[in-house]
């Protein structure tokens, strides 16, 4: 699953803390259709869902994801640190 960094920033912002929508358009630079957009496809890709009309929530797809991407982040920052020294 392949998603863009802003979606992958709005699943760590969400994970991290309760937001609103508009804070989260705000703190992304996003306008409204493209934080509608990024909601829907990460609807679609299941790592959101809503919990009630307008709440949505991470799903354990979600946070998998979250974590993997850190992890693999990180291993290629110790990577970056080993090959420099």
């Known amino acids: ?5 802003k979606e992958f920033d709005l699943l760590k912002m969400l994970y991290s ?6 804070t989260a ?4 630079h ?3 259709n493209d934080f ?8 679609e890709n299941e ?4 919990i009630t009309y307008n709440i ?4 354990e797809i979600g946070l998998e994801y979250i974590n993997k991407k850190e992890e693999i982040d990180n291993n290629k920052k110790t990577v ?3 090959i420099n020294k």
């Open 1 to 5: 699953m392949n998603i863009t960094e």
């Open 17 to 22: 803390r309760d937001m609103d929508a508009e």
């Open 25 to 28: 358009m705000v703190l992304l």
């Open 30 to 32: 996003l306008s409204k």
């Open 36 to 43: 509608n957009t990024i909601i829907k496809k990460l609807l």
């Open 47 to 50: 790592m959101l869902h809503y």
């Open 56 to 59: 949505i929530e991470l799903t």
């Open 80 to 82: 970056k640190e080993v």
